[in-house]
Structure formats: structure tokens, C-alpha cells
């Protein structure tokens, strides 16, 4: 099976910019997950999405937001970006009928922002 | 809410001595803990799990981690580290109680092993 893929892999954008991250979780996987990872922070939960529903929600503004399509596929999106939105995007996904439900990770979306 | 605190920024072990990685954790239900390790521009490894049953966990690597309900801890090891274990590791938890909760990480702890 193919592991989680995210793109693009590395990106840069300017502050006020926009950006959209995409996430194809493992065949077979309904539930995508959203972290940020950066330095001082580690890893923060951004939201999670199964069956095309958020399930979960971290604490973020609300310029962080995201969707999931029918075939599992999840986007996130920054609006207005700021200095601070530069870091390390992972998705995860999961099975549902697991029952301790481990994550799976991308290999993550690195923003940077100028 | 849940939470989970790695209370070392940085763990320095020489190459064939035993290393442990410390991981407390807050849980208002049954405790599923996890450890995941980052090597340099990669996501996160699944290293282990403990859910229920046998306190001493084994997982890939030959790493381990015992969980310890009293002191709410779940503690990293390995008996002989090795140069190439040096990475960035994360200790999660979630509410097995409640099937739909999400993962919370810790900070991580960045493990250093010298040859």
C-alpha cells in the first residue's frame, strides 16, 4: 500500500499570501488529521476530518481551515499568512476499525513564510 | 483535556549504553500512549503502542517503553543505543474512552548518541 502522500513538499510564500496544502491518506484510511510542527511548539493538533466531517477541532485562528473530499482526500488552507504560519504541515491518517488508532504520516509540507 | 509532557528538550547517551526517554501524561479515561520518532526532513514513525494488558511494550528498533498508571508515566528504552537511533522522538496520548479523540503529542525529545 501507498503511504500518505502530501504536496507540495516544500513551498514559500509571502506574508498576506494564501496557501493550500493537499494530503492523500492511505487506501482504505477515512480519517485525515492536520499538525504543525515547528521548533518551539512541536507538534500542535490542527483538526481531523472523517467522512468529509470535522470531527476535531485544535486551537488555531480561524485562517487555518480545511476540507475533505468523498474519495478521503483532505486540503488545509492559510489565509492571510503571517512570519509565525512558517513550519512543518503533517497529515496523518488512520483506520477507523483499529482500535487504538495509531496515525500514519506524511512526509510533511514545509512553508515557509517571507 | 488530555496532555502530555516530555520533560527533556535534549538526551545525550553514549553508543552501547542503555538510553531512556521520559513521557508523562494527563488522561481523563483509559490511557492508548504512543511513541513516534522523526529522522531529519521526514514525518513520523510509529515506534509502539500500549492500549491494554502487558505494562513493558516492545516496537520496532528494538526499543521498549514501560507504563506506569501510578506515576501516569509511559518511558521510552532501549537496552544498547546505537549512533543511527539519534532523532527526534515523540511520546502521544489519546482517551481511549472515546473513540472519535485525538492525539496530542509532546514537545518532543531530541535523543543524541555518541560514538
Known amino acids: 500500500k501507498a503511504g500518505v502522500t502530501q504536496t507540495p513538499r516544500y513551498l514559500i510564500k509571502t506574508r498576506g499570501q494564501q496557501v493550500t496544502l493537499s494530503c492523500s491518506p492511505i487506501s482504505g484510511h477515512r480519517s485525515v488529521s492536520w499538525y504543525q510542527q515547528t521548533p518551539g511548539q512541536g507538534l500542535q493538533f490542527l483538526f481531523e476530518?472523517?467522512?468529509?466531517?470535522?470531527?476535531n477541532k485544535g486551537n488555531f485562528p480561524g485562517r487555518f481551515s480545511g476540507r475533505q473530499f468523498s474519495n478521503s482526500r483532505s486540503e488545509m488552507n492559510v489565509s492571510t499568512l503571517e512570519l509565525g504560519d512558517s513550519a512543518l504541515y503533517l497529515c496523518?491518517?488512520?483506520?477507523?476499525?483499529?482500535?487504538?488508532?495509531?496515525?500514519?504520516f506524511g512526509e510533511g509540507s514545509r512553508l515557509t513564510v517571507l | 483535556a488530555q496532555s502530555v509532557a516530555q520533560p527533556e528538550d535534549q538526551v545525550n547517551v553514549a553508543e552501547g549504553n542503555p538510553l531512556t526517554v521520559k513521557c508523562t501524561y494527563s488522561?481523563?479515561?483509559?490511557?492508548?500512549l504512543f511513541w513516534y520518532v522523526q529522522y531529519p526532513n521526514r514525518g513520523l514513525q510509529f515506534l509502539l503502542k500500549y492500549i491494554t494488558g502487558d505494562n513493558l511494550v516492545k516496537g520496532s528498533y528494538g526499543f521498549e517503553a514501560e507504563f506506569n498508571k501510578s506515576q501516569t508515566s509511559f518511558h521510552l528504552k532501549k537496552p544498547s543505543a546505537l549512533v543511527s537511533d539519534s532523532a527526534l522522538y515523540f511520546c502521544a496520548v489519546r482517551d481511549g474512552g472515546d473513540r472519535d479523540d485525538k492525539i496530542i503529542f509532546g514537545k518532543g525529545t531530541r535523543l543524541h548518541i555518541l560514538p
Open positions: 488522561v481523563s479515561g483509559n490511557p492508548y
Open positions: 476530518y472523517f467522512s468529509e466531517t470535522q470531527r
Open positions: 496523518a491518517s488512520k483506520e477507523e476499525s483499529a482500535l487504538s488508532g495509531e496515525l500514519f
